[in-house]
C-alpha cells in the first residue's frame, strides 16, 4: 500500500507541484485549498488527484478535514504545509487585519495541520513533515512584516517539532523557496520584480514550482530518516543562510 500525502494549498501554483510530484513517485495524494473551486476542479480532472476544501487557519476545519481524507484515503504519512497567502503592504500602512490574516494562515495553519496528524504518525512511529517557509522568512522583505514574520516563525515551528518526533521515527523539515514563477510572485509589481528582484536572483530567472516539490519528494522518502530540522533553501543564488 502506498503512503497517504496530504498537500495544503495542494492545487494551484507550488502546491500542485508537490501534489503531482508525490503521486508520480508513488503516493496517494490528496490536495486541501480553501477558495479557488474552478481551480481545484480544473486540477482534480487534470491530475486525478482527490480534492479537499477547507481553510488552515481554522483548526476545528483542519481536524475536520484530516477526519475526512483519513476516512477516504487511510492514515495521513506525510504532510506538506504549504498552504499560504500574501498580503504585501509597508508596515505603515498595514491593519491589524493583514497582519492577522497572514499569521493565521501562514503560521497558525501549521499547528492546525500539524497537531490533528501528529498522534497518529507517534502511534505508528512513522511521519514525514514539509513545511513550506520561505526565502523572505530568513531574510525579511519590505512590504512583508506579517509574511517575513509567519515564515520566520515556520522554521522555529520545524526546528522544535523535529525534537519531538526524532524519536518516533517522526521527521519535520522545512523547504525556503525563493521567487518561484507562480501566481503569487506574477502579483508583485512588474516593475517591482524586474527592476528590484531578478536582478538579485544570481541563476537571473525565477525559480520553478518543480524545483521545489523535487526538495519535497526527497525529504517525504523514507531514505530521508536522517534529515530533520533542517531547512532546504532553493532560491537561485539569492540568500545564504
Ligand atoms: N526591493 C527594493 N526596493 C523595493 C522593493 C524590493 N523588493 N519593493 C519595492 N521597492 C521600492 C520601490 O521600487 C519604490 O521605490 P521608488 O519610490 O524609488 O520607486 C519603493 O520601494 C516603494 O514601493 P512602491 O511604490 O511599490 O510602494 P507601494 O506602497 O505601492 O508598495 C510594496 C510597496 C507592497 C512593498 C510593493 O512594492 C511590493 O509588493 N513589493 C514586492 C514585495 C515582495 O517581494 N513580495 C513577495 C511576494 S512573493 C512571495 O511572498 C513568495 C515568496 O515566499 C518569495
Not at 495542494?10 to 503516493?27: D, E, F, M, W
Not at 487534470?46 to 476545519?61: F, L, M
Not at 513550506?132 to 515551528?157: E, H, R, T, V
Request: with cysteine; proline share 4%; hydrophobic share 40%.
Amino acid at each position: 500500500m502506498s503512503r497517504v500525502a496530504l498537500v495544503t494549498g495542494g492545487t494551484r501554483g507550488i502546491g500542485a507541484a508537490i501534489s503531482v510530484g508525490l503521486k508520480a513517485a508513488g503516493y496517494t495524494v490528496a490536495a486541501n485549498y480553501a477558495g479557488n473551486d474552478e481551480a481545484a476542479a480544473a486540477f482534480k480532472a487534470e491530475t486525478g488527484v482527490p480534492v479537499y476544501k477547507w481553510d488552515v487557519s481554522s483548526y476545528e476545519a483542519c481536524a475536520d478535514g484530516v477526519r475526512k481524507v483519513e476516512a477516504d484515503l487511510g492514515p495521513i504519512e506525510v504532510l506538506v504545509n504549504n498552504a499560504g497567502i500574501t498580503r504585501d503592504v509597508m508596515f505603515h500602512k498595514m491593519t491589524p487585519q493583514q497582519w492577522r490574516e497572514v499569521i493565521d494562515t501562514n503560521l497558525s495553519g501549521l499547528f492546525n495541520m500539524t497537531h490533528p496528524v501528529w498522534g497518529g504518525m507517534r502511534d505508528r512511529g512513522f511521519g514525514r513533515i514539509v513545511n513550506i517557509s520561505s526565502i523572505n522568512g530568513q531574510k525579511g522583505q519590505m512590504g512583508q512584516a506579517n509574511y517575513s514574520a509567519a515564515k520566520a516563525g515556520d522554521l522555529g515551528f520545524t526546528k522544535a517539532l523535529a525534537q519531538e518526533g526524532a524519536a518516533k521515527n517522526i521527521t519535520v523539515n522545512a523547504i525556503c523557496p525563493g521567487y518561484i514563477g507562480t501566481e503569487m510572485v506574477r502579483a508583485i509589481p512588474e516593475k517591482v520584480l524586474n527592476e528590484r528582484i531578478i536582478p538579485l536572483i544570481p541563476v537571473g530567472r525565477l525559480g520553478e514550482p518543480e524545483e521545489i516539490a523535487r526538495c519535497v519528494v526527497f525529504l517525504a522518502s523514507d531514505e530521508a530518516g536522517f534529515i530533520t530540522g533542517s531547512t532546504i533553501s532553493a532560491n537561485g543564488g539569492q540568500f545564504f543562510v
